[in-house]
Every structure is written in structure tokens, then in C-alpha cells.
């Protein structure tokens, strides 16, 4: 069974150093995309970040690049999130997403599994 385990969010201030994480289990990890998406209530959940592999060059949406930075460890078969500064725009549930690294990395579609989400407040 696939699993893919989210943790690090809960309320931050603005300004504030953030960081997620999301550990793979159940799944080779070496030959995946992994991806990062959020959602705010009311509207559809977007793309954030995606990465194929350490060293890969990562993919951001606009509406983080310069700001959020994605990582992956193949050997703690972990990916990461994290912003030095977090703002209120960033307020939303983040979700871990895996596929196949030959896919697109902004189509849902395109990821097979999911994780659970975490919640992440960012207060001003």
C-alpha cells in the first residue's frame, strides 16, 4: 500500500520560517515525481512545486517561485517543502503527490497517490 505521510504544518506568523515534509512508503522512490499542491476552501486545488529526482531541477508556479524551495532525500525517501518567510497568501491545506517521473508535473491526472493534506495558517 502506498503511503505518503504530510507533517509540519499548523499556525505561523507571517515572516516566519516554514516548513513541510512528506515521507513515501510502499513505492520504489527513486523513480518518482514528487509534488506539492495546496487548496483553499472554495476553490480548486492547485499546483505548487514538483521535483524527479536530487539535483533535478525543481518546477514551481508562479505564485512561489523565488519564495518556496522543494527537496528531496531519496534515502530518507522524504520531500520537502519550505519558505524562509511565509505570508498570508499562503494559507491552505498542502498535499504531497507522487507519479511517475515521465509525466507533467502540474496535472493532478498525473499523480497517483495522494497524502491526507496539512493544514497550514499563516496569521499577519
Known amino acids: 500500500q502506498v503511503q505518503l505521510a504530510e507533517s509540519g504544518g499548523g499556525p505561523v506568523q507571517a515572516g516566519d520560517f516554514l516548513r513541510l515534509s512528506c515521507t513515501l512508503s510502499?513505492?520504489?522512490?527513486?523513480?518518482?515525481?514528487m509534488g506539492w499542491f495546496r487548496q483553499v476552501p472554495g476553490k480548486e486545488r492547485e499546483f505548487v512545486a514538483a521535483?524527479?529526482?536530487?539535483?533535478?531541477?525543481?518546477l514551481y508556479a508562479d505564485s512561489v517561485k523565488g519564495r518556496f524551495t522543494i527537496y528531496r532525500d531519496n534515502d530518507k525517501n522524504t520531500v520537502w517543502l519550505q519558505t524562509e518567510s511565509a505570508a498570508p497568501e499562503d494559507t491552505a491545506v498542502y498535499y504531497c503527490?507522487?507519479?511517475?517521473?515521465?509525466?507533467?508535473?502540474?496535472?493532478?491526472?498525473?499523480?497517483?497517490?495522494w497524502g491526507q493534506g496539512t493544514q497550514v495558517t499563516v496569521s499577519s
Open positions: 503527490a507522487v507519479g511517475p517521473y515521465y509525466t507533467a508535473h502540474y496535472f493532478e491526472d498525473d499523480y497517483t497517490d
Open positions: 510502499g513505492l520504489t522512490f527513486t523513480r518518482t515525481r
Open positions: 521535483i524527479n529526482w536530487p539535483g533535478a531541477k525543481p
